[in-house]
Nanobody, 124 residues
Framework: QVQLVESGGGLVQAGESLRLSCAAS????????IGWFRQAPGKEREYVAAVRWSGSSTDYADSVKGRFAISRDNAKNTVYLQMSSLKPEDTAVYYC?????????????????WGQGTQVTVSS
């Protein structure tokens, strides 16, 4: 099974950018669809974006469309989430997750493997 480790979080000001990474080990990375989710204090876990195992398709939540970009490098076993024009409401712990479904899924309970999360804080 695959293990996931997120990195790249931090404290930025509104309007700035961050790139998160999700590094995988212990499995055949190219078999897995990867999704990013986030959870702010007191709120439910929220879907952010996902990329299919082949990289052939991506999907975004409306709240981040046009600002965030997901990509993957199967040679490096890594998925990236480039976040631009960050807003204070993007503040959350960001998690990457994996599954082997045929299509991209947008609900957290359709993912089987999770990383430990990385904190993103956007100040106004």
């Amino acid at each position: 099974q695959v293990q996931l480790v997120e990195s790249g979080g931090g404290l930025v000001q509104a309007g700035e950018s961050l790139r998160l990474s999700c590094a995988a080990s212990g499995g055949t990375f190219s078999r897995y669809n990867i999704g990013w989710f986030r959870q702010a204090p007191g709120k439910e876990r929220e879907y952010v974006a996902a990329v299919r195992w082949s990289g052939s398709s991506t999907d975004y939540a409306d709240s981040v469309k046009g600002r965030f970009a997901i990509s993957r490098d199967n040679a490096k076993n890594t998925v990236y989430l480039q976040m631009s024009s960050l807003k204070p409401e993007d503040t959350a712990v960001y998690y990457c997750a994996a599954n082997t479904k045929f299509t991209i899924r947008t609900t957290w309970n359709e993912y089987d493997y999770w990383g430990q999360g990385t904190q993103v804080t956007v100040s106004s």
